[in-house]
């Protein structure tokens, strides 16, 4: 393989919302693939807002990313080329490749073969990726979700929030979302099987509207949006009610002295309540089983999921800037190159 | 018996810091012993932080104390007259008794015999009591406080937090105590065998003292003070680091809205944070042997406490209100009547 290849980096370090022009293409020889090594093309990469913590300067608590490095983000991507002894042409792989067009490695670090081919590629980093992962194990390791709980998911829409919901359904739990638009509400009632969900666009007192969709309050709130929902929600939770922090796309792009601040903290002591973040990486070792069971729930159909997809390499920075204002349906990714037939 | 008998109730709700002027004596005749029943009168009684949250009006989480009725707490009581087949005359019992002369009761909810005479009867209400077991289950139930851990403790020189360094110290911990003044600093170190103590009335950036006295990070944070001091120290906040809610004595007398808010709240992604809080009567199940194991050490001297007493049944609100102050040094007992010889 010879040529050039291109991948996305910081032109400068982002300053609150993150805009397209805060991204610049750099082109490079493809180098050679040694003994060892294989090189694999993208086809599809993902936008995730939980990247933005590492594209600030610096008073971030994430190492922060260089000016110039790759843009991180997960991909599914083709082996075309290999010297190594377990990766063959045509191996799919699902990785954390970045935003780039190709992927050269002595296959260190997230590699996994995607050998279940009953589910569309995309799922492999989306539903069954880490935000699918994320909702799992959010739910069942660090909520240790109950049957006949009240689960109240944030970003309901969102590609972790949707999985949520519906493992929550799966768990016996009681399911209730909120989103924003129409468009998302009927989706997650009608489709992927919410009990209840609160429009937050709609609603002019958005604290009562929860409240009455949880009459009996919150056993488990599992939060993609950030302070200032958690602390609306934290008055509403039950004796022994968990907190997951998945997400906080809403605080991102806020420095920590202006991000509205937790202050129903009494609930921690007279609810017994309990606040806990993940990492989904640190589940790494119980992927294979989770994701075996999603994929049979996909294949009967009994588990939904939204893509919006965007098609070509320029697209990457204009799909990630979107996620901050709401834009986006269900996980999204970029197209950078053709599945194979 | 007959006579009269005095309590202590809420002349009116509290708002802002508690006042003596809040609290009203009520003087009511002494009821009959009927069968079933016994009578007690209070030795010691105790006046905790955490009693502020049932006494304001309206909004508090908490089910708030009725004007007039007896304020509730703990005490150590000595039965005095008795038609129950499990109490004699002369029984010593710890109580949630509340702040009155004497105590009749059919026996149901918390009394606690005293058997154990190596420690002082204030223990039992102390270091042996709600401090002590709050210190106990907090640090090994909550935290899961490991050998090796950096343990940080605010009130440290408080009963929960004197106690909960201790246990720190003999799990193995490195324990480092926030407190106000060179008195309680001493006696931490001297005495209560902390690793390190940060005077917070003696430091101009209190935030850089608590870092220098715990170089590699907090493990565990036991907050008894609020969210003031919880957001400072969580981007000190080891990898899968706890927060223990123990008690928020900063914080109960302001309305939520005015309280600091917790705004570093991105650890608890990055660094998995855990932030829960206790009630202990949840744990009354273990207090037997927790405090078997504890008059064992406070007999063989290597578990130190401090009390504070006041004299008279006039003195309770006052005993109470100066907490609020940061005046207590160690557990404030008021005493209501003699010990038995």
Request: hydrophobic share 40%; net charge negative.
């Amino acid at each position: 393989m010879s040529g050039t290849t291109r991948s996305w980096g910081l032109r400068r370090h982002v300053d609150g919302a993150p805009s397209p022009d805060d991204f610049a293409v750099a082109e490079t020889p493809l180098q050679a693939v040694e003994d060892g090594m294989f090189l694999a093309r993208t086809i599809w990469a993902s936008v995730d807002p939980g990247m933005r913590s590492t594209l600030s300067g610096g008073d971030s608590y994430s190492a922060a990313t260089p000016l110039g490095a790759i843009i991180d983000g997960f991909s599914v991507a083709e082996v075309i080329e290999s010297r190594h002894p377990n990766y063959a042409v045509g191996d799919l792989i699902a990785t954390g490749g970045g935003w780039r067009e190709h992927v050269l490695s002595s296959g260190r670090g997230y590699f996994q073969k995607i050998v279940d081919r009953r589910v569309p590629l995309g799922c492999w980093i989306g539903v069954l990726g880490v935000p699918g992962m994320t909702a799992w194990f959010g739910l069942n390791r660090v909520a240790q979700a109950k049957e006949g709980e009240t689960l109240l998911v944030t970003s309901a829409a969102g590609p972790v929030g949707a999985t949520a919901g519906q493992i929550g359904k799966k768990l016996g739990m009681r399911v209730v979302g909120v989103a924003g638009g129409p468009r998302k509400c009927a989706w997650l009632k009608d489709e992927a099987g919410f009990d209840a969900v609160v429009d937050y666009k709609a609603e002019s007192d958005l604290t009562a509207a929860i409240r009455a969709a949880c009459p009996e309050g919150v056993d488990v709130l599992f939060d993609n949006v950030g302070n200032a929902m958690i602390d609306r929600v934290l008055p509403m939770m039950k004796l022994r009610g968990r907190v997951v922090v998945s997400g906080q796309v809403a605080d991102y792009n806020t420095p920590v002295e202006e991000r509205p601040g937790l202050r129903h903290t009494d609930v921690f002591i007279t609810h017994r309540v309990r606040m806990e973040g993940l990492v989904v990486f640190d589940d790494i070792r119980g992927f294979a089983a989770a994701q075996s069971q999603m994929a049979d729930w996909i294949a009967e159909g009994s588990l939904k999921f939204a893509i919006e997809t965007f098609d070509g390499f320029d697209k990457l920075p204009e799909a990630f800037c979107g996620l901050f204002r709401g834009e986006n349906f269900g996980r999204r990714l970029v197209q950078l190159s053709p599945e194979p037939a």
